[in-house]
């Protein structure tokens, strides 16, 4: 048996921010055909008093493992509040970090949930016919050609 961190079974048992969002601004899908995971996470946008669009709430529906469910659930907690900004410059690392490990078979639950968000907020960008910065447009390409390939 895989041994899982206090706070990985916490996060399991009793996910943060999980369902479904009505009247979400944007959602990011993502999936890994070799271990089953599928994440959809969802996001609403609003303004902090800066004037900076930031991530007022998000959700997440994820069909996995143990370490995906714990890992979406950790992401949502992280990046609440954020601007897309931090948001999209967010280290996926930091969700391994806070959940105080994963076994290193389960570390690709994490770079999924950090995929799902960056999903969530290009198509954010996209509906709202906003400027994509280049590595986010190139992550969702190499998303989008990992998906072709997996059917």
Known sequence: ??????????HFNKPH????MKNHDAVGEV?????????KLYIKVGKNAKKQEII????????GCLSAIASSSMLTDLVKGKTLEQAMNFDR?????????????????SVLAGDALLEAIY?????????????LAKRH???QKDKVSAN
Do not use: R, W
Request: hydrophobic share 30%; charged share 25%.
């Open 1 to 10: 048996m895989i041994p899982y961190s206090k706070k990985v079974l916490q």
């Open 17 to 20: 921010n999980y369902g479904k």
């Open 31 to 39: 999936g890994n055909l070799v271990c089953g995971d599928v994440m």
């Open 56 to 63: 007022k709430d998000i959700k997440f529906e994820t069909y």
């Open 93 to 109: 690392q930091e969700i391994v970090q806070e959940l105080g490990g994963l076994p290193a078979i389960k570390i690709h639950c």
């Open 123 to 135: 198509d954010y960008l996209s509906k709202n016919k906003k400027p994509i910065p280049e590595k």
């Open 141 to 143: 390409q190499q998303l």
